[in-house]
Structures are given as structure tokens and as C-alpha cells.
């Protein structure tokens, strides 16, 4: 059975995106490879191994751009509210919990966020399909 282990993004500052990563989301370096003109940077936490990889290429001059096709990754946690007010407390402006809501059932609560490349994050309290 394919396991998924990684996705990849583009980042124009590599500190500040491991930074971002590790202070909110309780994510480190699992893996660096350094080459001439990229590195591939591989972060994870402790709960689970499933990585980010941050790629950086060194003649990158602009911040990416994400067009119309990206849409975002999530992260489930088992308390929603104390994850939202430690992300504000970073001074990353996680936008408002909201409720996603079929035929009065609650399915889902929420919040996004970005990262420091505008990357749209989902942060999802654990429950239901998502856990």
C-alpha cells in the first residue's frame, strides 16, 4: 500500500520558514541536503513522519507565487482554541475559528492560517473524519 511521506514547498526565506514551522506547529530539521545552487530542508514533529520539505533555491531574487491551483495542507489538533491563541500570541494572525456545518451536524471546526510564503494552512479540531 503507498504511505504518503512528504510534501514539497518553495520558500524564499528558509529561517524564517523553519522558524514559523518550529515555534508553531512543534516541527524540526529531520533532514538537510545542501547542493550548489538549492538545499532540500526536511522538517516533522513528533507526531507523526510525515515531512515538509522546504526547498530554497539560492538564485530565487521574488517570493513565489502559488497561481490558482494551490490550495492547502492541514493539521488536526486536540485543542483548537489554545492552538489559535499560542499562533496569535506568535504574531502569525491565524484568521477566526469557524464551523462547518451540514443540515444543522456539525462536521467540522477550524481555522486557516499562513505561512511566511502565504502558503494556506488548515487547522482543524480533532473529531470525526479528523483525527
Known sequence: MPKIIHTMIRVFDP???IRFYSEGFGFSISHRLDFDDFSLIYLR???NDFEIELTHNFSRTEPYTHGDGYGH???VVDDLESMQSKLE???YNPLPIKEFKKDGELLARFFFIQDPDG???EVLQTGGHYH
Open 15 to 17: 529561517e524564517r520558514s
Open 45 to 47: 514533529n513528533s507526531e
Open 73 to 75: 495542507y492541514a493539521f
Open 89 to 91: 500570541k506568535l504574531g
Open 119 to 121: 502558503y494556506k494552512i
